[in-house]
């Protein structure tokens, strides 16, 4: 052992690993995407808002079969506006019901854009409408809608092909061959997540492409020629630095104090429970526990994406704990509103209660406006401060797992070298925390703001990628026997103490309990 140490310590720096190490390549991959687009933007070489491909489509009977709903939420939307003496926004609402009326799209999408002129939730409800109607199933085949997909995916599989060739042993040509296919899948994964059905129901690309790749895997089996582009580490891991840069630190206290406390309260107690309910009464791995505990404590799929690359775990826990985020967040966002407006539950701590327990995003934006304006606003202030702790969690999580793989090297010899620990320690979370601080400190905020939308649809891109090649990965009874179901025990049990101890949090923190009632409105 004494001469393996000696070997070791005359050993230098192996330069080599900056390009032929996949986290090394991922943070070169994400840095190079963001320079693009900043270089892009700062020179104006190209019109950003041109780029992003859009996949959102509605069709005829999808938006005649909303409009009664639509007009029972225009409806107190007047009520409220004649009590206030506001006649301009009694008029438009009335316009957009008239519209609506006719059932023409695009009439319904001009009286719907006007609506949202005057702010509100008024503005709110417009939006939701004018976005159905707007999304012609038509526009998403459009030669320039295609030829985006088509330009992002070229750029995709130069740099990602560039970086497999430094990193060396990869099939390039099968790889080359292999990518448009995965990319075209992925492609399709979104389209279908982009119909206004699953969009209503907050079921994002991940489950479709993980559900394709399945079906794919699971019946004609994928071929040999397609293996090399099936990378789903090498996808993610670039996904996650581009990630960084959408988490910014000056928007934790843009979120507000209150959120921020709620935030970190929730974090911390129902990670710590569910990781101990699921290791120590269910007997479920390490692994399987942290990805459980980051998607049920902090904002679902985001976190478990996050926590998946920061302890390195099996890409197929990744796809079981973000089916159940989504199938749990579902009911949720229907009875939840059901029980705040039953029992008499102020708006603003209903909608704390719905932002600290829902793990999608969307679903609290969908769930909040079932309440109220005030509900939604103080629904996604909380989710957004749980959402900026993704980026503490990952640290602290890639830190305790480094030191925890050191300890089971050792065998209980001596304590690892900082030297050891370092190579141990995944270098994308490092690209992800600089992607933040850059973007959080040293840019503008102009540019921030500019290249926001494109680098989320980059970022997008590679998960997309790297669900679909879970899914083609995967077979459905490896999935189905996962540790006998203890898992989705621990989540829901886990989500179970969650909305208890998130509905207490919300009335001491928002009810007027230990704080006043924060103005939001």
Same mark, same amino acid.
């Given at each position: 052992r004494e001469v393996k140490l000696m070997e070791e310590k005359k050993k230098g720096i192996d330069w080599s690993n900056l390009w032929k190490n996949e986290d090394w390549l991922a943070v070169w991959i994400g840095f190079i995407l963001i320079a693009l687009v900043i270089v892009a933007h700062q020179g104006k070489?190209?019109?950003?808002?041109?780029?992003?491909?859009?996949?959102?489509?509605?069709?005829?009977? !999808?938006?005649?079969?909303?409009?009664?709903?639509?007009?029972?939420?225009? $409806?107190?939307?007047?009520? $409220?506006?004649?009590?206030?003496?506001?006649?301009?926004?009694?008029?438009r609402l009335q316009a957009l019901k008239e519209a609506l009326a006719k059932k023409d799209r695009k009439e319904i999408a001009s009286a719907a854009e006007k609506v949202q002129r005057i702010g509100g939730l008024p503005a709110a409800v417009a939006k939701e409408i004018g976005g159905h109607t707007k999304a012609v199933p038509d526009k998403v085949f459009t030669a320039d809608n295609i030829t985006r997909a088509v330009k992002i995916g070229v750029v995709y599989l130069i740099i990602a092909t560039i970086g497999l060739k430094l990193f060396g042993g990869v099939p390039l040509g099968k790889f080359i061959i292999g990518f448009p296919i995965v990319f075209i899948l992925a492609w399709l994964s979104r389209f279908i997540a982009g119909n206004a059905l699953p969009t209503d129901y907050g079921f994002e690309y991940v489950v479709f492409a993980l559900i394709i790749g399945l079906l794919i895997s699971n019946t004609v089996g994928i071929p040999e020629w397609l293996k090399p582009a099936v990378r789903t580490e090498y996808y993610i891991k670039s996904g996650l630095v581009i990630l960084g840069a959408g988490i910014l630190?000056?928007?934790?206290?843009?979120?507000?104090?209150?959120?921020?406390? !709620?935030?970190?309260?929730?974090?911390?107690?129902?990670?710590?429970?569910?990781?101990?309910?699921?290791?120590?009464?269910?007997?479920?791995? $390490?692994?399987?526990?942290?990805?459980?505990?980051?998607?049920?404590?902090?904002?679902?799929?985001?976190?478990?994406?996050?926590?998946?690359?920061?302890?390195?775990? $099996?890409?197929?826990?990744?796809?079981?704990?973000?089916?159940?985020?989504?199938?749990?967040?579902?009911?949720?966002?229907?009875?939840?509103p059901w029980i705040i407006k039953a029992s008499g539950m102020p708006e603003i701590v209903g909608g704390a209660w719905i932002g600290g327990t829902l793990d999608t995003s969307g679903s609290v934006v969908a769930a909040g406006a079932l309440v109220g304006e005030a509900a939604m606003k103080t629904g996604v202030i909380v989710k957004f401060s749980q959402n900026v702790l993704i980026g503490v969690a990952a640290f602290i999580l890639s830190i305790?797992?480094?030191?925890?793989?050191?300890?089971?090297?050792?065998?209980?010899?001596?304590?690892?070298?900082?030297?050891?620990?370092w190579e141990r320690f995944p270098k994308f979370v490092l690209g992800f925390l600089v992607a933040s601080a850059v973007f959080s400190f040293l840019l503008h905020i102009d540019t921030v703001s500019a290249t926001k939308s494109l680098l989320g649809e980059l970022r997008t891109w590679w998960f997309a990628l790297a669900f679909m090649s879970i899914g083609l990965e995967t077979r459905f009874l490896d999935m189905a026997k996962m540790e006998g179901g203890r898992p989705a025990a621990a989540f829901i049990v886990a989500q179970a103490v969650n909305v208890v101890w998130t509905l207490i949090l919300a009335y001491l923190l928002f009810g007027g309990i230990i704080f006043p009632v924060p103005d939001i409105r």
């Open positions: 070489l190209i019109d950003l808002k041109k780029v992003t491909p859009s996949f959102k489509w509605a069709t005829d009977g !999808q938006i005649e079969s909303r409009i009664d709903s639509w007009n029972k939420a225009i $409806d107190p939307l007047i009520k $409220d506006a004649e009590a206030k003496g506001e006649h301009g926004t009694v008029n630190f000056f928007e934790i206290m843009q979120g507000g104090a209150l959120g921020l406390i !709620q935030g970190i309260l929730v974090v911390a107690v129902i990670w710590y429970f569910c990781f101990w309910f699921a290791t120590k009464v269910l007997k479920v791995d $390490d692994d399987f526990a942290a990805l459980l505990s980051s998607g049920v404590s902090i904002c679902g799929v985001s976190a478990a994406i996050a926590t998946c690359g920061a302890i390195q775990a $099996d890409k197929k826990k990744l796809s079981y704990v973000t089916g159940l985020v989504l199938i749990v967040a579902v009911p949720m966002m229907v009875i939840m305790a797992w480094t030191l925890k793989a050191c300890k089971a090297g050792a065998a209980g010899a001596e304590k690892p070298s900082a030297r050891v620990i």
